[in-house]
């Protein structure tokens, strides 16, 4: 695996151990992101808080890395509309900063291709 790989792979481990490691301490401020529309905020905020954690696990061994990749693929998509809500709602989150509740989602879209490219099968060089 190549160095740039490994230091991608480094920082997609630490933003989803670290972020689900917050999910469980910081609770109450993930559930006022969620959108009204979907039922069980704390729920929510704690399922997605272990299968952070999971998928962290998952991507450190070369056995699990593409499933739990694809995993934090699907995570990372899912979250999208608490993103979208916050940034829609900016007012109501006055402790972030506007600039960068709008950066937040092209940098999703930045993670989930490193999300991809850290966590697809390594090629055989020979074929």
Do not use: C, K
């Not at 070369?62 to 509309?81: E, F, K, N, Q, Y």
């Not at 506007?98 to 940098?107: E, K, S, T």
């Amino acid at each position: 695996m190549s160095l740039g790989r490994r230091l991608v792979l480094g920082f997609v481990f630490l933003w989803f151990f670290i972020g689900g490691i917050a999910h469980f301490f910081l609770t109450s401020m993930f559930a006022g992101i969620i959108p009204p529309i979907f039922p069980a905020h704390r729920l929510l905020v704690l399922v997605s808080g272990v299968f952070e954690l999971l998928g962290a696990a998952g991507i450190l061994w070369p056995g699990t890395r593409s499933a739990a990749g694809w995993g934090l693929v699907a995570l990372t998509i899912a979250v999208t509309p608490a993103n979208v809500f916050m940034w829609q709602h900016a007012a109501d989150y006055p402790a972030t900063p506007y600039w960068a509740l709008i950066l937040r989602l092209p940098f999703q879209a930045v993670l989930l291709l490193g999300i991809w490219w850290s966590t697809r099968p390594l090629r055989n060089r020979n074929g």
